[in-house]
């Protein structure tokens, strides 16, 4: 959200862009970003080889550089600034890595009690997930981490629920133990959850996934285990098709962002929203690429826009 046009401004100055082009220069530019555009569609399209660049110019230049109230809305939306993500990272004796981050306005550095603070429930926790203790709350379903090792598949992260000596409860999202696994009946759970098993209890909108699901699982011996996902119940193999067809609109550079931030190591990520060919959209929280982030690292870009292409149809009087 952009307060006026000073910040719009910036946001253009940000992007090396001018916000005051000559209509001369403004109609030669479009014409020319048409033209990449319409190259790329032909090769399937390949927004890292045009860049951010492009994709901005085409939209200063397809709403007559931000001349009307639509047009600076629409510029507005491209934009998401780039937060600073704070860290408290650290490892369990048994190898296992962790880390809490936190970021958004108003957000700050973790003060050193604080992060004693984390440390210490950190431990606690990792003495309790080899007790086999926890209560499974949650299931984050995803596309696998490029580079990691099975990124092909489905990335499933579980949602652990545990209670602290003091009585506070805290929510880890993690790969369950062995005892875990065992005692928590998660193997019965997921073999259930890859059928396209389970009751919806509750479903409201959510920006990740396709939604917030409470889903009501009936474990052999009649037991029941309410979870919450971000996806409804189906077969694991829709899934997997959907992750994939993800993966290609990535490539291809078709999403939006949303809630980016840049964590000490210059790792950028955030909110990417992906609409599939059946027209549902995903929402999915992995890393940004370099490409649709602003020149001075203060932005990133979405590649693609709802209002884009009504913006420029009505500017080529379509």
């Known amino acids: 959200m952009y307060e006026d046009d000073k910040e719009l401004e910036r946001v253009l100055e940000s992007a090396a862009l001018s916000s005051d082009m000559s209509p001369s220069r403004v109609q030669g530019v479009h014409e020319q970003v048409m033209k990449i555009a319409a190259t790329s569609r032909r090769r399937g399209g390949a927004f890292r080889k045009i860049g951010v660049a492009a994709v901005l110019v085409a939209g200063v230049t397809a709403v007559g550089v931000a001349a009307t109230e639509s047009g600076r809305e629409w510029l507005r939306s491209l934009f998401t600034p780039i937060q600073p993500a704070y860290l408290v990272s650290g490892s369990h004796h048994a190898g296992e890595s962790w880390s809490v981050t936190r970021s958004g306005p108003g957000a700050g550095p973790f003060s050193d009690a604080e992060a004693e603070g984390i440390k210490a429930t950190m431990e606690e926790v990792a003495a309790l997930k080899r007790a086999g203790e926890g209560r499974l709350i949650g ?6 981490i490029p580079g990691a090792p099975g990124a092909g598949k489905m990335l ?61 699982f009936t474990l052999v011996d009649g037991e029941t285990v309410d979870v919450q996902t971000i996806f409804p119940p189906a077969p694991c193999a829709e899934r997997e098709a959907m992750f994939a067809e993800i993966r290609q609109l990535k490539e291809a550079r078709q999403f939006s962002v949303f809630n980016a931030d840049r964590t000490p190591d210059g790792m950028v990520s955030g909110l990417l929203r992906y609409t599939l060919a059946d027209g549902r959209v995903v929402g999915v929280a992995e890393t940004i690429p370099a490409d649709v982030i602003s020149p001075d690292g203060d932005y990133a870009v979405s590649p693609v826009s709802n209002e884009a292409t009504e913006i420029q149809d009505q500017s080529s009087g379509r």
Request: charged residues 30%.
């Open 139 to 144: 299931l984050l379903e995803g596309p696998g």
């Open 156 to 216: 499933t992260v579980y949602q652990i629920e545990y209670t602290l000596r003091s009585g506070e409860k805290t929510t880890v999202g993690e790969q369950p133990g062995d005892a875990q696994i065992a005692r928590m009946r998660l193997d019965e759970i997921m073999k259930l959850r890859d059928a396209g098993e389970g009751e919806i209890v509750s479903q409201t909108e959510f920006p990740m996934g396709l939604g917030k699901y409470v889903i009501r």
